[in-house]
């Protein structure tokens, strides 16, 4: 019988081997303009709808530089 710290190794052990075959196979994988940089990109599109795209340039440009940052070329 193993012990309740075992079997938390055990699962550790696993978690960590699963969570690094995750990371390679999403890293051959180009990442997608529609995906890349969720955060301003939710928040510039609701201020757009909300406001206006003449009202929202600052986070526009936010979103732009996040792109960018990835390697997007915009």
């Given at each position: 019988?193993?012990?309740?710290?075992?079997?938390?190794?055990?699962?550790?052990?696993?978690?960590?081997?699963?969570?690094?075959?995750?990371?390679?196979?999403?890293?051959?994988?180009?990442?997608?303009?529609?995906?890349?940089?969720?955060?301003?990109?939710?928040?510039?599109?609701a201020?757009?709808?909300?406001?206006?795209?003449?009202?929202?340039?600052?986070?526009?440009?936010?979103?732009?530089?996040?792109?960018?940052?990835l390697?997007?070329?915009?």
């Open positions: 019988m193993w012990t309740a710290s075992e079997k938390m190794s055990t699962v550790s052990a696993v978690s960590l081997e699963s969570g690094a075959v995750t990371e390679s196979t999403e890293q051959k994988k180009p990442l997608k303009p529609c995906c890349a940089c969720p955060e301003t990109k939710k928040v510039r599109d201020c757009i709808i909300e406001k206006g795209e003449e009202n929202c340039t600052d986070l526009i440009e936010a979103h732009k530089e996040c792109m960018r940052a390697g997007f070329k915009i």
